[in-house]
């Protein structure tokens, strides 16, 4: 076939996918097109039958659905998913409300693709409005739009919080089976499949599909040869022995099997989806609860243009994430009531703790180097991590160095140096962050987006370590390991003195679109939610999701998001 242009073959991927939904194309001539399109056999056949078995049990239930659920679970993104797998594999009747569509598109399948997916409408296109600590940068903050939310948007990266940020949690919520101690049997006893070498830290036979890195380009493990060189530890999984540890570095983790990406929607929710008694709504958008004499029995949502009303015999529970969680509480009158005052909304619940706490990881753009060669790219094109400390005084890593295979820079960064494509990029980033944020209502439409004002870099803390973080990429960068892959450092390309590198680090700052932190659980009255991740001061509501994180876990958040949805769903069922 005549060779496509990217734009082209995109559309023409959303085109094959739609018709393969709708049913007006057959899985054959969807697979033959697939093929051509450049998407692997395996991969096309394995969508197609996915897509095959959940559409014909879903457009069923969809037009029956019945009027009252056990549980209604607003949003189907990685906890939700991971909940309504397993309280339907328990046998309770489970509404799951999603307001995206289907995981079936290419772009979310191959994990090459996976940017492909920002600023879609695979993606709520959330921006964080422009503040001082950043130049005055309107900064995006990416959130999954679609069945599976972040786990079919995201970069596949599979990381484990380490025992600080864990216990550190089972101390705030009062309950150690929130501590690393029982969070690690989690993992290891239920939810990874470790496809590497077997390790009393890591689980196998559970539903996640995790391995290595699956022929990492060379320039890989030159991060690894280039921090032994300074001394840093080299590991050969970036998981189990890190978590207990100083750090380290090592080969990422992913969530890929054979080429395709293997999300929480197929590690939990395919496999129960032809069950009676699960319903999955997508293209549906709650909009408020249905309260009750002080107790969430239902919520709203908008269906094809209309109003429908679910009702919950035992509970809902909110996984909608970090910005629509605290959305949909405010909407329904839970919150600071100041605010909901501000936009008509009448107080149910005074809780001020609501859409406050906004944090996320800083995923700095970035320290780059021109290659002599093209650079070749792999799996989600980043294929080598790093967790380090900027002062040994701390007790956990608050730097992250990421290892990625093309010249990623910010809006700014990029104008400012114009680096070439031929290019390669260490990403400085910020996992344990100070700098706090709000998410708050911009009317009481709730089709409107909420306004999320992050704050990014606020806090003079999160500088002093992003621009040790930097410190720490040039010095890898630079090492003699990557020497065979490196003409010229490009970014910044010299040192800077204390106030250029502080502007440096405010310009280049974008995130890893972790959000967490708007509906904190604690063991104090202000928090929003309890150890058991109900709501305080109402009955029959949950969150479980992203939201309840009281300081975000330093590491990529899916693994955590997965934790917690087994660990609400061992509540919810409790």
């Given at each position: 076939m005549k060779q496509l242009s990217e734009g082209f073959r995109s559309v023409m991927l959303d085109k094959l996918d739609a018709g393969l939904m709708r049913?007006?194309?057959?899985?054959r001539k969807f697979i033959q097109w697939s093929l051509a399109l450049g998407v692997s056999m395996q991969a096309a056949a394995a969508l197609a039958d996915t897509l095959d078995a959940a559409r014909a049990n879903q457009d069923e239930r969809a037009a029956n659905v019945p009027a009252e659920f056990d549980v209604v679970i607003c949003g189907a993104g990685t906890s939700g998913c991971t909940l309504a797998g397993r309280l339907a594999e328990a046998g309770l009747s489970v509404a799951l409300i999603e307001a995206g569509d289907w995981d079936n598109a290419p772009s979310i399948l191959d994990p090459g693709q996976w940017f492909m997916n920002l600023g879609t409408e695979r993606d709520w296109g959330d921006i964080a409005a422009p503040t001082d600590s950043v130049n005055g940068r309107a900064i995006a903050s990416h959130m999954g739009h679609a069945v599976g939310g972040g786990s079919s948007i995201n970069a596949t990266i599979w990381v484990r919080p380490p025992r600080a940020d864990l216990d550190?949690?089972?101390?705030?919520?009062?309950d150690a089976g929130w501590g690393y101690d029982a969070a690690l049997k989690i993992f290891r006893d239920k939810i990874e499949n470790w496809q590497g070498a077997a390790s009393a830290l890591r689980g196998k036979g559970g539903k996640v599909w995790v391995q290595e890195a699956a022929n990492p380009p060379a320039i890989a493990p030159a991060l690894l040869a280039a921090a032994a060189n300074l001394g840093l530890p080299a590991m050969a999984d970036l998981n189990g022995e890190r978590e207990e540890g100083i750090g380290g570095f090592a080969l990422m983790n992913q969530i890929i099997r054979e080429g395709r990406r293997v999300n929480m929607a197929q590690a939990y929710l395919y496999p129960v989806i032809n069950r009676p008694n699960i319903t999955v709504l997508t293209k549906t958008q709650v909009t408020g609860l249905v309260i009750d004499g002080g107790r969430v029995v239902g919520v709203k949502a908008i269906r094809n243009g209309g109003e429908i009303t679910l009702r919950a015999a035992r509970e809902v529970v909110l996984s909608a994430g970090a910005i629509r969680t605290p959305q949909i509480l405010m909407l329904s009158g839970i919150g600071d009531s100041e605010h909901l005052a501000e936009h008509g909304i009448a107080s149910v619940l005074h809780a001020p703790e609501v859409g406050a706490n906004f944090h996320d990881?800083?995923?700095?753009g970035g320290c780059i180097w021109e290659s002599p060669e093209p650079v070749a790219i792999a799996n989600s094109a980043a294929n080598a991590s790093g967790f380090w400390k900027s002062d040994p005084a701390l007790d956990r890593p608050d730097m992250n160095i990421v290892q990625i295979e093309l010249p990623y820079a910010s809006d700014v960064i990029g104008k400012e140096y114009a680096p070439p494509g031929q290019a390669w990029a260490l990403c400085a980033g910020l996992v344990d962050p100070k700098s706090r944020?709000?998410?708050r209502l911009a009317s009481s439409n709730p089709l409107a987006k909420p306004i999320v004002t992050a704050n990014f870099l606020s806090d003079p803390q999160d500088v002093k370590s992003q621009m040790a973080a930097i410190d720490l990429c040039r010095q890898l960068g630079n090492d003699a390991a990557f020497?065979?892959?490196?003409?010229?450092?490009v970014v910044p390309g010299k040192d800077l003195d204390l106030a250029a590198k502080a502007e440096f680090v405010k310009n280049g700052a974008t995130t890893f679109f972790h959000q967490v932190g708007t509906a904190r659980m604690g063991k104090e009255d202000s928090a929003v939610v309890g150890a058991d991740l109900k709501v305080k001061g109402i009955e029959g509501l949950r969150i479980v999701d992203g939201s309840i994180m009281p300081r975000i876990v330093t590491c990529a958040t899916m693994a955590t998001c997965v934790m917690i949805g087994e660990?609400?769903?061992?509540l919810v069922l409790g």
């Open positions: 049913g007006t194309l057959s899985r550190g949690w089972a101390e705030i919520a009062g990881h800083i995923l700095h944020g709000t998410v020497a065979p892959y490196r003409t010229r450092e660990r609400g769903a061992d």
